[in-house]
């Protein structure tokens, strides 16, 4: 099963903004990220915005004068894991009554007032548009001890102006358009994050040259749904050319896609650039037309087909990878095999795999999620088993191959290795060589399992 897990919490770590005064605990902030890489993307815009009013931006949780969570409501577990945590907080601010709580991002969005009244320890309450509100709130809630609430959606705001606060290293996300326009029957997105809306495409080549100069190598364009931005006569393609040309040494990859969406010109583009990394997030969902019908995903299985065979034939070396929700209302097990035989087909380089969870407000709410919690369980365990041998499968058969890899430090098992990432984001572990994070090694394939490739370096550039 692939590593990241679009539920599990991690803190974010240290962020050292630009402070105008740190003369007091109040100008400490911890923020901790739950949810997908719109939301980290999003806290680092928020200490973007908190560094240039005066805050200091702490990793130490105990430090902190004002705590926030950054919050995500796509599946029920999502959420109770941050209520849980809430509990948890409870005991800093026995601590210190002084201590400020935020909620923000999906779940302020969707619960609303329902945080601060249910949940005594919540202080402020911002919804994903509003985050430049956060500095004159905590200033209010201070000053007057009056709760903060802030949930307006806006069809304008992407911080086009803000300039996020990143913790150093090799990647960076830079979010180039906020949204969904497109309703799943399953999701809440559209809901939580509101219309879809574009950065200006100056804006988006701007950053992407500061993040060069930082010395950032690995850039992942971020938005909901991607491949419908635009800003004047510019498409999805024209932006990613466009950063391509302005950043040459530097690799480009973005998530996430829309099959509705998935042009010939935008995988003529990607075919056309050394630096835009062949690699495809494209969200299956489901092998069965007649579930994707339901979840009014807006193509079938054979127009699916028909854009990953042009992938296939443009792009020959593409690594691919795809999201598929098991369990969804009136699956049937003649369609989940249909999920398994689409796997099969497409031979997914990784995929991120979840049980269905009805979300109040969307569509398939008013559905009945008739399939038990036995069965949604038992489907998903087949597809990520299955996923586990096709990449372990395809992971093996690279053995001998030579791959251009860019590091991103020393191994999190052992001091003696180093990690790094393929063009197609297949981590490779090399023994320590005197390489540092940043550098472009050639290494080729020793072996590879499910999750991870290894190898030896051949060359250093
Ligand atoms: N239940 C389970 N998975 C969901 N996703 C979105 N909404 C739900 C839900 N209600 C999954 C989809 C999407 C990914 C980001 O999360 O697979 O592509
Ligand atoms: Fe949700 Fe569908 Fe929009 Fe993706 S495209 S965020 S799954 S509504």
Redesign the pocket.
Known sequence: MDERD?EKYIPIETFTGETTEVNSTRNKLYVETYG?QMNFADTEIVNGIMGKNGYDITENIDDSAIILINTCS??EMAEARVLQRLTEIKKYKKKNPKLVVGIIGCMAERMKRDLITKKGVVDLVLGPDEYRKLPSLIDNLIDTGEKGIAVKLSRVETYDDIMPIRKEGISAWLSVMRGCDKFCS??VVPYTRGRERSRPLEGVINEIKILEQEGFKDITLLGQNVNSYRSGEFDFSDLLAACAKAVPGVRIRFTTSHPQDLSMKLIETIAAYDNICKYIHL?V?SGSDRVLELMKRSYTIEHYMKIMNNIRKLIPEVSLST?I?SGFCTETEEDHKMTLDIMREVKYDGA?M????P?EKTKAWQYEDDVDEETKTRRLMEIVELQRNISEDKNSALTGNIFEIVIEGISKKSDKMLFGRTDGNKTVIIPVNGAKAGDKLKVRITRGNSATLFGEAVTVN
């Open positions: 679009l997908c796509i599946r399953f999701c969200p969902q999201d929700i991120y979840f049980k269905y969870s979300r």
